[in-house]
């Protein structure tokens, strides 16, 4: 069964700085790319960026560039979203989703989400 | 990256059929997805490829594409219906969301 398993929800401050994890599990990690979808609270979904774990070959989107990193751990079957430097406007729900093989494919499978509260 | 526009809403009565649009300048050259989102839920794939259902998914959902617009269609519309539907596509360097459509069954 194909798991994506996300790490728990965290309150920061503005400033800090953050590492978010998304852990799969029934797959071989390296084939399938691994993406990032923000929701704003009462918000609809904005993909962020994805990674390719077998090189970690990256995209941002260009409104993420710059402002987050994606990376990617191919022995612990682990994808991660990170914030060197975190705003309030940062607050969201985040959601890490693995696509198909194929281009078209959509994502298929979605982690449960990691909340982001960032505030003074 | 380019925009891709829903409807904010739609309103269905149960056993009645919905749709939803979803246009892009792109739309032609790629192709489309849609998410089912609940409240507290993450997405849920529910077409891909256009017109695909993955498997799961009831047979009431269906979709196509015709030039620059992709509808998804609800047949026969059930209250778990109720929920935020968004397309997605990529537009060559990026993927893209619509803004999401609210089907409420009344």
């Known amino acids: 069964e194909v798991q994506l398993v996300q790490s728990g929800a965290e309150v920061r401050k503005p400033g800090e700085s953050l590492k978010i994890s998304c852990k799969v599990s029934g797959y071989s990690f390296t084939r399938y790319w691994i993406a990032w979808v923000r929701q704003m609270p009462g918000k609809g979904l904005e993909w962020m960026g994805i990674i390719y774990p077998r090189d970690s070959d990256t995209r941002y989107s260009p409104s993420f560039q710059g402002q987050v990193t994606i990376s990617a751990d191919k022995s612990g079957d682990t994808a991660y979203l990170q914030w060197n430097s975190l705003k309030a406007s940062d607050t969201a729900m985040f959601y890490c989703?693995?696509?198909?093989?194929?281009?078209?494919?959509?994502?298929?499978?979605w982690g449960q989400g990691t909340a982001v509260t960032v505030s003074p | 990256s380019y925009a891709l526009t829903q409807p904010p809403s739609v309103s269905v009565s149960p056993g009645q059929t919905a749709s939803i649009t979803c246009s892009g300048d792109?739309?032609?050259?790629?192709?489309a997805c849609w998410y089912q989102q609940k409240p507290g839920q993450s997405p849920v794939l529910v077409i891909y490829k256009d017109s695909k259902r993955p498997s799961g998914i009831p047979e009431r959902f269906s979709a196509s594409k015709s030039g620059k617009t992709a509808t998804l269609t609800i047949s026969g519309t059930q209250a778990m219906d109720e929920a935020e539907y968004y397309c997605?596509?990529?537009?060559?360097?990026?993927?893209?969301f619509g803004a999401g459509t609210r089907v409420t069954v009344l």
């Open positions: 792109n739309l032609g050259d790629t192709y």
């Open positions: 989703a693995r696509r198909g093989l194929y281009e078209g494919s959509g994502f298929e499978y």
């Open positions: 997605q596509a990529w537009d060559g360097s990026t993927y893209v």
